[in-house]
């Protein structure tokens, strides 16, 4: 299973990121696999942003609930992250990773990764 996360570089404060993730080698839908967002800011630890489930349910990190969306679109086989409102903290690498075990996805833990794509909050 490969992931690949696509999206703009930079982004300027209060605007709204856009993430994708397109997956191949594997169906979003099927093999019990969650699929979630994970960001790392510069100098810091992996952050669990949120997750959606083979089965399409959505869980948000209750610190970033009220600024992220998590959807997928099963005919693309590709998973989705939208945040508003961005600050310059935000900048940070911004990875999909998928699982089986949601609570490891929560550790920043998971069996699939993808590369990663550098998000740079700035004016």
């Known amino acids: 299973v490969q992931l690949q996360e696509s999206g703009p570089g930079l982004v300027k404060p209060s605007q709204t990121l856009s993430l994708s993730c397109t997956v191949s080698g594997g169906s979003i839908t099927t093999n019990s696999y969650d699929w979630s967002w994970i960001r790392q800011p510069p100098g810091k630890g992996l952050e669990w942003m949120g997750a959606i489930t083979y089965s399409g349910s959505v869980y948000y990190s209750s610190s970033l609930k009220s600024r992220t969306s998590i959807s997928r679109d099963t005919s693309k086989n590709t998973v989705y992250l939208q945040m508003n409102s961005l600050k310059p903290e935000d900048t940070a690498v911004y990875s999909c990773?998928?699982?089986?075990?949601?609570?490891?996805?929560?550790?920043?833990?998971?069996?699939?990764w993808g590369q990663g794509t550098q998000v740079t909050v700035s004016s």
């Open positions: 990773a998928a699982d089986r075990s949601l609570s490891r996805l929560r550790l920043g833990l998971g069996d699939y």
